[in-house]
């Protein structure tokens, strides 16, 4: 999906739709642009699938210019009503996209405006009710900066889904009744999380005290798989039909033209359900260059994960005319997808579905997440209020939870505005968790018993068994979401809310 060309990009408007529930300041001067969420067609390897997806005045998704506030007037073409939240930005709470948190999903027909002003950088947006997202009811969102309107690079973007023929409900039920093909060891992670609980009822992992126990000197030393000798880490919990980038699989891969010797600016966004993804970029090294839409201290290599709803953007330079496949391999397992770079005339080799090898499993120690520095940290600040909050959750039965509890039952995480809030992620489930916090960007602090000036992020990555720290000030006081972007966890409960009060 290649979005503009290296001098140019586009310029996204529509006329005005309906009435907005939301003020708009200068609605006069510049007119919505429309976005319709409806259905469509994808060929998924010879065999035709209806989806769903958001599209806007030049095809899926959207581009901002520099500047350019999200003024959007949302058409819903769907059977079913929906709600689409703007992932990493941050919207008055109104406009956040949760249903009835306070706004209720729009119905089939309605059409919605949006208006705020918008952060810079690689996002996305989606419905915020697992099973339409699992739809693929999501798009790119990419807000661009000055700094890339001068660059001197062709900005491209690879969206990343997992796809299944059947519908959300029946995967749902396929994963929930324990009956994946995918063959992970769902009992014994049972068995791990149960001996892990410290016996708690709600069967949601160690409380609170226990965990104060633990935590400084060795006893939080659990990098990765460090004292989990036996028990086994579950990747997986299902075998999607098809891995897709930018619609499309390996057997008829997104092709794009760059210029001999080029230079690229790739905009990964990991959209899938379920599915951690490697970005390899082979021949070619890449420069990491920003994170969840925040830059960073680059970081040099040909391979770096990306965990559910995680983005990057890696700065590529092409040597030659020739074609450079980067592919997105599934952790844990052989499948792959990915696009194809090729400068003009250059032959598009074809390429397996399959990878010789399995890819490894992503960031097991955090060793990556550990290399990332923002560019722009926090100003340093003592915390003024901390939480823990625990992932906890089982295979058999299928049911994942915040602090012991799925949503309905939760306790909030609270806070007032304009607090410096620390909040430790502490998974004791054998899954990792993409934890994903509305309205607010934060920077990771903390790895396991470290204290570190990571990246600014809005949805990190947990391991199993590990802690992650992040730190942040909180913003206008309303009830946001703070949750897993594991679809099927999400679907099962796995979500909390960050309550800021005034």
Wanted: proline share 6%; aromatic share 6%.
């Amino acid at each position: 999906m290649t979005l503009m060309s290296r001098r140019g990009f586009l310029a996204a408007s529509a006329a005005a739709l309906a009435v907005t529930p939301f003020a708009r300041q200068g609605f006069a001067q510049t007119p919505a642009i429309g976005l319709r969420a409806s259905s469509r067609v994808l060929d998924i390897n010879g065999r035709a699938a209806t989806v769903w997806g958001l599209e806007g005045p030049s095809g899926q998704g959207l581009v901002l210019d520099p500047g350019q506030r999200f003024r959007v007037d949302l058409t819903n073409d769907l059977p079913e009503a929906t709600l689409i939240h703007w992932h990493g930005q941050i919207p008055p709470n109104e406009q956040d996209g949760v249903p009835d948190m306070p706004m209720p999903r729009i119905a089939p027909g309605e059409t919605r405006g949006y208006d705020f002003a918008t952060i810079p950088g690689t996002y996305w947006m989606h419905a915020h009710i697992p099973l339409h997202e699992m739809r693929l009811l999501a798009a790119p969102l990419i807000v661009r900066s000055k700094e890339d309107a001068s660059a001197d690079r062709q900005d491209v973007v690879m969206f990343l889904h997992d796809f299944a023929f059947k519908s959300p409900a029946e995967v749902m039920e396929e994963i929930t009744r324990g009956h994946s093909s995918s063959g992970q060891a769902g009992m014994k992670h049972g068995a791990m999380q149960g001996a892990a609980s410290g016996n708690d009822s709600r069967g949601g992992g160690m409380n609170h005290d226990m965990m104060q126990g633990m935590q400084g000197g060795n006893g939080m030393a659990m990098n990765g798989m460090a004292g989990m000798a036996g028990m086994a880490m579950d990747l997986n919990d299902y075998d999607w039909d098809a891995y897709l980038a930018n619609d499309r699989t390996l057997s008829d891969p997104d092709v794009i033209r760059v210029e001999r010797n080029g230079r690229v600016r790739l905009r990964v966004v990991n959209a899938s359900a379920a599915t951690v993804f490697w970005i390899d970029t082979g021949r070619v090294e890449a420069r990491l260059v920003a994170v969840d839409g925040q830059a960073i201290q680059p970081l040099t290599g040909s391979r770096f994960g990306v965990a559910m709803a995680q983005r990057l953007d890696l700065e590529l330079d092409l040597d030659g005319a020739d074609a450079w496949p980067i592919l997105a391999l599934r952790e844990g397992a052989r499948e792959r997808t990915g696009l194809i770079l090729a400068a003009s005339g250059a032959a598009v080799p074809r390429l397996s579905l399959l990878a010789d090898e399995e890819a490894p499993a992503f960031d097991t120690d955090l060793s990556q997440e550990k290399r990332l520095v923002a560019l722009a940290p926090l100003p340093e600040h003592e915390a003024q209020r901390s939480s823990m909050v625990t992932l906890g959750g089982t295979m058999q039965p299928y049911r994942w939870t915040i602090d012991g509890r799925v949503w309905g039952e939760h306790k909030p995480v609270t806070a007032r505005s304009g607090e410096r809030v620390e909040i430790m992620l502490h998974n004791m489930s054998m899954m990792g968790h993409p934890m994903h916090l509305h309205g607010h960007t934060f920077q990771v602090v903390g790895v396991n018993a470290k204290r570190i000036s990571g990246a600014r992020r809005d949805t990190i990555y947990v391991p199993p068994m590990a802690m992650v720290t992040i730190a942040l000030d909180a913003g206008e006081a309303a009830r946001w979401m703070l949750h897993c972007h594991h679809m099927p966890h999400l679907e099962t409960g796995m979500m909390t809310e960050f309550a800021v009060s005034a």
